[in-house]
């Protein structure tokens, strides 16, 4: 065998070594980067996923806060529609009563004739 051919050929076996190589250090990367991807906290929570406990502790805290404030907006309205309940039996109340005053009314200038 000629020195170029034995060049040629040392070439492509150490570059087909560098491609096996290179295959075997990116599946290593690979298998290392799913063992990674696949572990878990004590909560069952894949650890990659960041997670915020303060930012949990703080939406616990806001949905108290707006179920508190639902009720008080259901107790207001309540009273409000209690408020207006009372409101319109006044409204009959007067109505009764400015009734009655009218015919008392006519019934005083019937008798003084006018």
């Given at each position: 065998m000629d020195v170029?051919?034995?060049?040629?050929?040392?070439f492509i076996?150490?570059?087909?070594a560098g491609i096996i190589y290179g295959l075997f250090?990116?599946?290593?990367?690979?298998?290392d980067l799913w063992e990674w991807h696949n572990k878990e906290d004590e909560e069952g929570v894949k650890v990659w996923y960041t997670r915020n406990k303060n930012?949990?502790?703080?939406?616990?805290?806001?949905?108290?806060v707006i179920e508190h404030m639902d009720r008080r907006e259901e107790r207001a309205l309540i009273i409000q529609?209690?408020?207006?309940?009372?409101?319109q039996e006044h409204t009959n109340a007067i109505t009764k009563l400015v009734a009655v005053v009218e015919a008392l009314t006519a019934?005083?200038?019937?008798?003084?004739?006018?």
């Open positions: 170029p051919t034995l060049l040629l050929e040392s076996g150490v570059g087909m250090t990116i599946h290593s990367k690979i298998k930012m949990e502790d703080v939406l616990e805290k806001m949905s108290d529609n209690e408020t207006i309940r009372g409101l019934i005083t200038l019937r008798r003084n004739g006018k």
